[in-house]
């Protein structure tokens, strides 16, 4: 079993930058794939970003591609999502998710993924 509590959320401005954290506890993640994901109110939940826990290549969404940066601390086994020049667009529940992996198109799909956080709210107002 793996556990993910996110947190790092809250209400920022337009332009403006949040960092979520991601701590993972329980089975070792070396192998594992982990990804951001949100969901806006209404809306389904949308791949934001992903790298391998082991490291290597990272992929994001063109929605937020130059904007968000995905990372890990090994040490503290926790990985981050960066959040910089954030849009009204960007607010919604912002969930963390670990899987077994596999090619790019693949882990930016829910199904990629077998543990998830509880999710942290993200608001950007205009």
């Known amino acids: 079993q793996v556990q993910l509590v996110e947190s790092g959320g809250g209400l920022v401005q337009a332009g403006g930058s949040l960092r979520l954290s991601c701590a993972a506890s329980?089975?070792?993640?070396?192998?594992?794939?982990m990804g951001w994901f949100r969901q806006a109110p209404g809306k389904e939940r949308e791949f934001v970003a992903r790298?391998?826990?082991?490291?290597?290549?990272?992929y994001y969404a063109d929605s937020v591609k130059g904007r968000f940066t995905i990372s890990r601390d090994n040490a503290k086994n926790t990985v981050y999502l960066q959040m910089n020049s954030l849009k009204p667009e960007d607010t919604a529940v912002y969930y963390c998710?670990?899987?077994?992996?596999?090619?790019?198109?693949?882990?930016?799909?829910?199904?990629?993924?077998?543990?998830w956080g509880q999710g942290t709210q993200v608001t950007v107002s205009s």
């Open positions: 998710a670990a899987g077994s992996g596999g090619s790019y198109y693949y882990t930016s799909q829910v199904q990629a993924y077998t543990y």
């Open positions: 329980g089975r070792t993640l070396s192998s594992y794939a």
């Open positions: 790298m391998r826990w082991s490291g290597g290549s990272t």
